[in-house]
């Protein structure tokens, strides 16, 4: 049940990023809310890698695994191209992008360590004063 919190908290967010990229997008005007309620694209890397997933097999330590090495991934990705990004305006969202997905890192990487029954880094200070 936490877990599911973690992903509906990092569903809300990933929401708010999309707002940020839309903000500075300078293409052909498109409508916000149907751009964010459209089904992801068939050839989309996440949607393929879910279908190699045996459904009776994921569990969500499985899916947390996957989800810790997509942020992983996807953050490199982002400050990849930002490195490559002259629009200052631009370049920024990808960085604040690549931050808070650090941030989502560390979550899932929390609530994992407490599926797992372990002491996460984070909480070393709470263990530590008790």
Do not use: C
């Not at 809310?33 to 989309?44: L, R």
């Amino acid at each position: 049940a936490e877990a599911k919190k973690v992903f509906e908290l990092l569903a809300r967010e990933e929401r708010e990023h999309a707002e940020w990229f839309y903000n500075v997008y300078k293409g052909d005007p498109i409508d916000f809310e149907a751009f964010i309620n459209a089904p992801p694209a068939a050839d989309s890397e996440w949607i393929a890698d879910l279908n190699t997933i045996k459904e009776a097999d994921f569990n969500e330590r499985k899916a947390m695994e996957m989800a810790l090495a997509k942020e992983r991934q996807l953050a490199d990705k982002l400050r990849a191209l930002s490195e490559r990004i002259e629009d200052e305006e631009v370049r920024k969202v990808f960085e604040q992008n690549a931050k808070s997905t650090d941030h989502h890192f560390q979550l899932i990487e929390s609530e994992f360590a407490r599926l797992m029954g372990m002491v996460h880094e984070t909480d070393i200070d709470t263990f530590v004063r008790e």
